[in-house]
């Protein structure tokens, strides 16, 4: 599986962009669409999922802020970002798996993500 992101930049604080990710190649083995993102203080970290059925499962951090959804017609998935704060700065990685749980590098690359920047 292939995964092309897109949609990043530079935006200010309580900016609103959206992420998008295309999954090409053997997408039948997928499940789970989601996003992970790698911030100068952190490890990587799960910022939220959604399965093919429409459910979904964000990091507390992004709740109520960031919003998941997917066109399974078009193997995509889509991160809207309200609210932007400086601490979301960093690369955002599209993922895809089985399970939420196991999105990552076992299923498809992680590839060059979307660099995000918050200016405040």
């Known amino acids: 599986v292939q995964l092309q992101a897109s949609g990043g930049g530079l935006v200010q604080a309580g900016g609103s962009p959206r992420l998008s990710c295309a999954a090409s190649?053997?997408?039948?083995?997928?499940?789970?669409m989601g996003w992970y993102r790698q911030t100068p203080r952190k490890q990587r970290e799960l910022v939220a999922g959604?399965?093919?059925?429409?459910?979904?499962n964000y990091a507390d951090s992004v709740k109520g802020r960031f919003t998941i959804s997917r066109d399974n017609a078009k193997n995509t998935v889509y991160l809207q970002m309200n609210s932007l704060k400086p601490e979301d700065t960093g690369v955002y990685y599209c993922?895809?798996?089985?399970?939420?749980?196991?999105?990552?590098?076992?299923?498809?690359?992680w590839g060059q993500g979307t660099q995000v920047t918050v200016s405040s």
């Open positions: 993922a895809v798996g089985p399970t939420i749980a196991t999105m990552g590098p076992r299923f498809a690359s």
């Open positions: 959604i399965t093919s059925s429409g459910s979904t």
């Open positions: 190649g053997s997408i039948f083995s997928i499940n789970a």
